[in-house]
């Protein structure tokens, strides 16, 4: 209740994030039946980067920033519908606007999909309502994120994703993913789940991965971008856990880690992981 993305809006692990998060909207969009997506902790849904939070941490800098030189043209064929949507949101509400989840995922949604955005935060609630409840294809619910997990699944069309962004403000949430991860899929097995961990103790992040491989009968991915040496005590990078990935976002991954990695590296160090697991890995 005490974490405001605000001071991180466009940040590195905004960028890793919201990269997936468009790749697996892509693939959603490609089969004309409806689909939901449902953000379990969904925030304000976009951001002033010239804003007071932003301005005072200049994250952003570090992250969306470092995405205005062009990639190799494999690369940008990848990041072109992340940066459409970024640049359809700045045209509604203002150029220094910088989209979360919500406002990203309201973008790929067709006529007849759904978009279910859940914020315990009751005044960034109150803010995702006027925001977004107007539309017919999105619907805001105040509601704790890890009770939504368990409450708004299966959805009615079957199809879909769940993206599962905690702040991580408490002890042990490393492995509350894991297992609340495990029972989802258990739930609905056929979902896409975007799961985002911070890195910073990365033996959970192990010990988490191995005890998923073992729960889980469908195939996963394991996504890390590191941006500087690890260091237990501070935030090296972010993964993100995709289970029932797109079948070819592993090889999406193998092209846009290694760019990410690159471009967004502190000091010299930028490392990235990509490995699949579960009942293909």
């Known amino acids: 209740m005490n974490y405001r993305h605000a001071f991180h809006a466009g940040n590195f692990a ?18 004309p039946t409806a689909f939901r997506a449902i953000d379990t902790h969904a925030g304000l849904g976009f951001y002033d980067l010239m804003g007071d939070e932003a301005g005072r941490t200049g994250e952003w800098h570090e992250g969306w ?4 030189d062009a990639f190799a043209d494999e690369i940008e064929a990848l990041l072109d519908p ?3 949507a970024v640049a359809s949101v700045r045209a ?3 150029e220094t606007i910088y989209p979360g989840s919500p406002a990203i995922i309201r973008e790929f949604l067709r006529p007849g999909d759904q978009g279910v955005f859940v914020e315990l935060h009751p005044d960034d609630a109150e803010t995702l309502r006027a925001r977004y409840n107007q539309d017919a294809r999105t619907k805001v619910m105040h509601l704790d994120g890890w009770t939504a997990l368990n409450a708004l699944i299966p ?22 993913l894991g297992a609340s991860l495990a029972k989802a899929v258990a739930k609905w097995p056929t979902g896409i789940y975007l799961a985002w961990y911070p ?4 033996a959970a992040i192990d010990r988490m991965v191995a005890e998923l491989h073992r729960a889980l009968d469908r195939p996963a991915l394991r996504l ?14 972010n993964g993100l856990i995709v289970v029932n990935p797109p079948w070819k976002l592993a090889e999406e991954a193998g092209l ?19 490995v699949p697991f579960g009942a293909e890995g």
């Open 82 to 84: 992340y940066r459409a």
């Open 14 to 31: 905004d960028v890793l994030k919201h990269f997936v998060l468009t790749r697996v909207l892509v693939h959603l969009q490609q089969k």
């Open 65 to 68: 920033g470092r995405l205005e």
């Open 224 to 237: 890390d971008l590191m941006v500087s040496e690890p260091d237990p005590t501070r935030l090296n990078g």
């Open 199 to 202: 890195i910073k103790d990365v």
């Open 92 to 94: 509604r509400h203002g």
């Open 155 to 176: 959805p009615p069309e079957r199809r879909g994703l769940v993206l599962i962004d905690p702040p991580y403000e408490e002890a042990g949430e490393i492995d509350r």
């Open 256 to 274: 846009f880690l290694p760019a990410l990695a690159e471009r967004l590296a502190r000091r010299d160090y930028g490392a990235f992981r990509c």
